[in-house]
């Protein structure tokens, strides 16, 4: 109560709080608002086709940042036979069926391979190209590895949601497999012994590891053949007949084979557009750019989140009424489920009550939701920590309900909820690293495409870490200031 | 006039704070109610305050009882000032002042700074107005919050336990303070420190155990009670 202080530490603490919040806002919402409603214009209709971007050489970003890849150049043919604009979505292969089935593109072209179990649940087209499971193995270890057999009690990778993982678990339960995010991390881990091989796409597997300088090669014969094809829903058989006599007649007139030489021939003409690495200035508007939706998608869900959570706040903190039960078991569902399923939920869920989100609106709306579980809870303690005196008080001077709790609780428990809403904060931005599952292009995403064609892990991976770290840490330190100006201030009754 | 009648009040617990307490509160004095801790002052002013409702008998402003005042009139009339006082730490002296004359009476800003800077200035305190109440000491803050109160021109002013957190110094000076000011309203001194009451106050009431003993000017409700304060 006696701390002598001069006005000073009042507008150091109130400006301090204010600059950062308006501060934050403004560049928010000029950096994020308009991109959020940019990609619905259209003229043309349009043929939208889903591959990862991460699976050179048939899907990557090349020396200039743009798409390409034999699966892109089969993508863009079909597009023009079908005299249809092309529109290529990215998104994570794990995701990528369940996408099709929602509605969220028209087809995949990204060498999926025809399987019993995806052909009960999607149309395939005629395949587009054949190629078959292999085994690589470290060189080192050529001698003592002949085969699969080989490897029987120990460990293989593959890639997660790719038919050798069901392969390898269903035809030799010996092995034990282990399912990746991607190769350059399967690639990563076979040099650090972690696993004795990969199972991978014969052609893919060769390229990548040429590309990377990789010390592995081939062992045994391929495990089986695989026939690459072009999923659509059952529900349009039109567009499967459609891109059926558009493969049919590429194959006709050479074009089919015309791609095959240009990715996998041993002439070096189109080769060296792809052989070169990513320019440096391609990889920083890359992550610039993931980073700017990785901010806009994290601002824009503080913003909603905040405003979502104050009246949940309050109504935490009230009487035992209908809506507080509401409020009480939305918040701990969505606090006690993981943040992925939930992204899934709305990204794939929504279109089926006949709401159709952009991979960014769903995420914004789904971390928003998520984020103003957590907020509400700090804001219902905020609202606790207020001494009941003030109330009292506030009555004994005649001010109504709504002006106490305008005028006297609420600036008290804002102020003391500040803190834990930056950790909140800090919380989301890192939570958005999600969000690439439903095929937002945010940072770390950027960061894996880039990874794919540079197999440079570690330092792609620290740099994504530092610009998180960069935002994080002021906040950070923002929350400590205010946490000791309001003890300072009295505010929590002690 | 204030009057309280036959006012009975039981805790949820079931314990009996207040049992047919009789006290008539004359206007332009100041006041006592003294009791030990446990005999009920606190629950009879809450029960003045209008923020507990007697489970029978009725408190009367000039012959109308509270139940029936709209909340202004009846904040207007009758001003707490808590012992924890709940000066509002997130506002300054003068802010603190101004809230209640600007969204209770209505004033307009200027007005209500005016005001209250005027009377900072008449009780003493003028200096303070731009302090917050953590930067404030502890005889200051019970200035202030007094001074809150009388902003809105009370007919009484109740303080409960006013000398609880001042020391002896503080006190005597506090007493004197208050002594000038009884001009402005009618005080109300709820305390168990008899010998501050005694020396500000014209006359009281004695409660024990819920119920009213003695009434009468201070210096029989000395003599005749053989009050002895007990260390706390």
């Known amino acids: ?494 | 006039m204030l009057e309280v009648r036959d006012v009975s009040f039981s805790y949820p617990d079931g314990h009996a704070a207040l049992r047919g307490v009789n006290i008539t509160f004359p206007k332009e004095h100041i006041l006592g109610i003294l009791g030990k801790s446990g005999s009920g002052k606190t629950t009879l002013l809450k029960c003045i305050g209008r923020f507990l409702m007697p489970q029978s008998g009725r408190i009367e402003l000039e012959g109308r009882d509270i139940r029936e005042l709209p909340r202004r009139e009846l904040r207007r009339s009758i001003g707490i000032v808590f012992q924890q006082l709940y000066l509002f730490p997130h506002l300054t002296v003068l802010e603190n002042m101004t809230l209640a004359p600007r969204k209770v009476m209505k004033k307009d800003a200027h007005e209500a700074e005016r005001e209250a800077r005027q009377t900072l200035e008449k009780l003493g305190i003028g200096e303070l107005a731009d302090k917050y109440p953590a930067q404030i000491s502890g005889g200051q803050a019970q200035r202030t919050a007094i001074a809150r109160s009388l902003l809105l021109k009370p007919d009484y002013l109740l303080l409960d336990e006013p000398t609880a957190a001042l020391d002896v110094d503080t006190t005597r000076e506090f007493g004197q303070w208050l002594l000038d000011l009884k001009a402005e309203t009618t005080f109300v001194i709820v305390t168990h420190d008899i010998l501050f009451a005694s020396k500000i106050a014209s006359s009281g009431a004695l409660l024990t155990g819920g119920e009213v003993t003695h009434t009468g000017p201070m210096r029989e409700i000395l003599e005749t009670a053989g009050y002895v304060e007990e260390e706390e």
């Open chain 1, 1 to 494: 109560m006696y701390l002598r202080k001069n006005r000073k530490a009042r507008n150091a603490f109130d400006s301090a709080a204010r600059y950062a919040v308006a501060g934050m806002c403004v560049f928010l919402l000029a950096v994020c608002v308009r991109p959020l409603y940019a990609d619905e214009s259209s003229a043309r209709k349009k043929f939208t086709v889903a591959l990862t971007g991460k699976y050179p050489p048939f899907s990557f970003y090349s020396a200039g940042g743009e798409l390409t890849g034999f699966d892109v150049d089969v993508a863009r043919a079909v597009a023009g036979r079908l005299d249809r604009e092309l529109e290529l979505v990215t998104t994570e292969w794990d995701g990528i069926l369940a996408g099709l089935l929602v509605g969220k593109y028209d087809a995949i072209i990204g060498s999926m391979a025809v399987t019993p179990q995806r052909a009960e649940k999607v149309n395939f087209s005629e395949p587009y190209y054949v190629s078959g499971a292999q085994l690589f193995i470290h060189e080192k270890n050529r001698r003592t590895i002949k085969g699969i057999k080989d490897l029987y009690g120990r460990k293989v990778g593959v890639g997660i949601g790719e038919t050798y993982e069901h392969y390898l678990r269903n035809k030799h339960p010996e092995i034990k497999t282990l399912a990746y995010k991607s190769t350059v991390d399967i690639f990563q881990d076979m040099r650090n012994g972690r696993i004795a091989g990969f199972v991978t796409d014969r052609l893919v597997g060769l390229y990548q590891i040429k590309k990377g300088g990789m010390p592995f090669q081939p062992a045994g014969p391929l495990l089986y053949k695989e026939r690459m094809a072009i999923p659509v829903v059952k529900e349009n058989p039109a567009l499967l007949v459609k891109i059926n006599r558009a493969l049919k007649n590429m194959k006709k007139s050479g074009e089919l084979d015309e791609f095959h030489e240009k990715w996998f021939g041993t002439g070096t003409g189109p080769q060296e557009s792809r052989d070169a690495a990513m320019t440096t200035k391609t990889i920083v508007i890359k992550l610039l750019a993931g980073f700017g939706k990785t901010l806009q998608a994290a601002f824009l869900s503080i913003i909603i989140g905040f405003i979502l959570a104050v009246p949940s706040g309050i109504v935490l903190n009230s009487r035992r009424t209908v809506a507080y039960y509401f409020v009480r078991s939305v918040n701990d569902f969505i606090r006690g489920t993981p943040l992925l399923i939930q992204l899934f939920f709305v990204y794939f869920g929504a279109p089926q009550i006949g709401l159709v989100l952009s991979p960014m609106q769903a995420a914004v709306f789904t971390l928003s939701i998520n984020t103003s579980a957590y907020m509400a809870e700090v804001i219902r303690s905020g609202l606790m920590a207020v001494d009941p005196g003030q109330t009292l008080a506030g009555r004994s001077l005649g001010l109504t309900g709504l002006q106490i709790f305008r005028h006297i609780v609420w600036p008290q428990a804002f102020r003391i909820s500040l803190p834990p809403l930056m950790n909140s904060v800090v919380a989301l931005m890192k939570d958005t690293a999600l969000i690439a599952v439903i095929s937002v292009s945010e940072v770390i995403r950027e960061a894996q495409s880039i990874i794919s064609v540079t197999y440079e892990p570690l330092k792609y991976y620290f740099i994504v870490a530092m610009m998180f770290f960069v935002f994080t840490f002021p906040l950070m330190k923002l929350a400590g200031r205010l946490e000791r100006k309001i003890k300072e201030k009295g505010f929590l009754n002690a």
